[in-house]
């Protein structure tokens, strides 16, 4: 009959395990972000856009689902008008090729784009943030060796754009907090700038000359209390409109994109965090090389 010697049974023979689920392929996923069109899903064409969000789009498909007034999905329910999306300007990639569009491929591909100042290619495994004054695209690394105040000029094109106007392409969930945070600063301002022009053409309208009038009307008119013009009235609003967007130009997470920015002066930080860094205090009184590479200041 066989099995006179006995046999020992393993454990997953005795015990059945649950199998585990199934996980996504991180870089599959991150491949698909950054090379298909978030609403319809389909490879990305030129023109290439974006929404205040960060994600990208084919221009096309955006103008189409909004002339048929169909619903957008809850990734792009944000996106209403044609304001509402930018325009890219990417830089191509010249190592892309006809063979790296095969679907599936991820060994020894290249991204269609790239940082046009450092040259990394724009494929998800950098982070790349572009501009909503001009579109430009660059790498946010670039952006950040870039020196510069709160009101910079694009290092591509030279057009002037300042913090909230920075969007993060394809980000995670912390960045897409801080891009609606930027969406509704850019709104109030939008909104705000409007109204000073509408307050300054009615003001150069009343400004202008009037037939004269009979003194006995002029003295009523004169008797009788002011009301405020609507000029007045938007002037008086705008300052508030402006302090929602002065209150979130505070946010700690948008002054970690100025080039200044230091750990050192993190108040979220640990002490123990900070101390990592050559700009603590520990390290500035040091008397001896640093640990990590050559201290020409010691050797």
């Known amino acids: 009959m ?3 010697g006995g046999t020992i049974p393993r454990r997953d023979e005795l015990v059945r395990v649950k199998q585990k689920p199934e996980q996504k392929d991180k870089d599959a996923e991150r491949e698909f972000r950054w090379r298909h069109c978030t609403l319809t899903q389909q490879r990305l064409q030129e023109p290439i856009a974006m929404c205040g969000m960060g994600r990208l789009y084919s221009k096309q498909s955006v103008i189409e689902r909004l002339l048929e007034k169909e619903p957008m999905p809850e990734t792009a329910s944000h996106v209403k008008t044609m304001k509402d999306i930018r325009q890219l300007h990417p830089t191509p990639n010249p190592a892309f090729t006809e063979e790296d569009k095969t679907e599936g491929l991820l060994d020894a591909r290249h991204a269609p784009y790239i940082c046009k100042l450092i040259g990394l290619e724009m494929s998800g495994k950098f982070r790349f943030v572009a501009l909503w004054s001009c579109g430009c695209v660059v790498s946010e690394r670039a ?17 002037p754009y300042s913090v909230e106007d920075v ?14 945070v930027k969406m509704e600063m850019r709104a109030s301002k939008r909104k705000s700038s409007k109204k000073e022009k509408k307050g300054a053409k009615k003001v150069e309208v009343k400004a202008e000359p009037e037939e004269s009038q009979e003194p006995e009307a002029s003295t009523s008119k004169s008797a009788a209390p002011e009301k405020p013009t609507t000029s007045a009235k938007v002037k008086a609003v705008a300052p508030l409109k402006r302090l929602g967007a002065v209150n979130a ?22 002490d123990v965090y900070k101390s990592l860094f050559t700009s603590h205090k520990t390290e500035k009184d040091q008397e001896r090389a640093h640990w990590v590479t050559y201290n020409p200041f010691y050797n």
């Open 2 to 4: 066989g099995c006179d």
């Open 143 to 159: 952006l950040k060796q870039i020196k510069g105040s709160a009101a910079s000029t694009c290092p591509l094109c030279q057009a």
């Open 167 to 180: 969007v993060v392409l394809n980000g995670n969930d912390e960045d897409l907090e801080l891009m609606r």
């Open 249 to 270: 130009m505070q946010d700690p997470e948008l002054k970690r994109l100025k080039s200044d920015f230091s750990v050192a002066k993190d108040p979220k930080a640990s």
